[in-house]
């Protein structure tokens, strides 16, 4: 009679390189680790009407909801899913939004990326310096060819945002997403790994 099997499944992470050494930035912006004192950007960015749908961070979040969400952000390269930058200005290195380059496909050369900036420093061109600054750094991780983002139609700012980081426009997936309670339609760029 066999003795007992131990029925553990192992869960493989992905193998990401490590964190690096020189933080990412293009034009306005730096993309660094999240901190503790980094809670007032999160609760701003928790007054946002959309943010909150699309992530983790509570809608009005308090100090200690915000405080939880900047300890998940450290968690998501610990657990292999990816990295998570906050959105620093370069000057002062206040925070002023996320981004994140997520490679749960990296396997097959993919990932996808994110960004959100707090409503007070929207305009000012952050988002897409964050986007190029990610991206850049995302062609330094071996193995990765492509990045998509995935962006409501009517999501316009972001739409631009996209367009001048050099993400093109690919096609419309219909019915894509859940969101909110509600199948939504995503818009689907995609920036390719430079010969």
């Not at 490590?18 to 660094?32: A, D, E, I, Y």
């Not at 749908?53 to 899913?81: F, K, N, V």
């Not at 930058?85 to 993919?110: H, K, N, P, Y």
């Not at 991206?135 to 983002?149: E, M, N």
Request: include cysteine; charged fraction near 20%; charge should be negative.
């Amino acid at each position: 009679m066999p003795g007992n099997v131990d029925n553990e499944v192992m869960v493989l992470k992905p193998s990401l390189p490590p964190w690096p050494f020189t933080p990412p930035r293009h034009g306005s912006v730096v993309l660094r680790r999240a901190r503790e004192s980094d809670v007032a950007m999160a609760r701003e960015l928790s007054t946002d009407a959309y943010v909150p749908t699309i992530g983790t961070l509570p809608s009005q979040a308090s100090d200690e909801e915000a405080l939880a969400w900047i300890h998940r952000q450290h968690r998501r390269y610990e657990e292999g899913t990816g990295f998570s930058f906050v959105i620093a200005e370069a000057e002062t290195d206040v925070a002023v939004g996320q981004c994140g380059l997520w490679l749960s496909e990296l396997a097959d050369g993919r990932a996808t990326a994110g960004y959100s900036t707090v409503p007070s420093a929207r305009g000012r061109g952050f988002a897409a310096d964050a986007l190029i600054a990610i991206t850049t750094f995302g062609w330094t991780v071996p193995g990765l060819y492509r990045i998509a983002l995935y962006i409501e139609p009517w999501n316009v700012g972001s739409i631009r945002t996209a367009e001048r980081a050099g993400y093109a426009r690919e096609g419309l997936l219909r019915s894509h997403q859940m969101i909110a309670g509600t199948r939504r339609d995503m818009q689907l760029y995609a920036a390719v790994r430079p010969e």
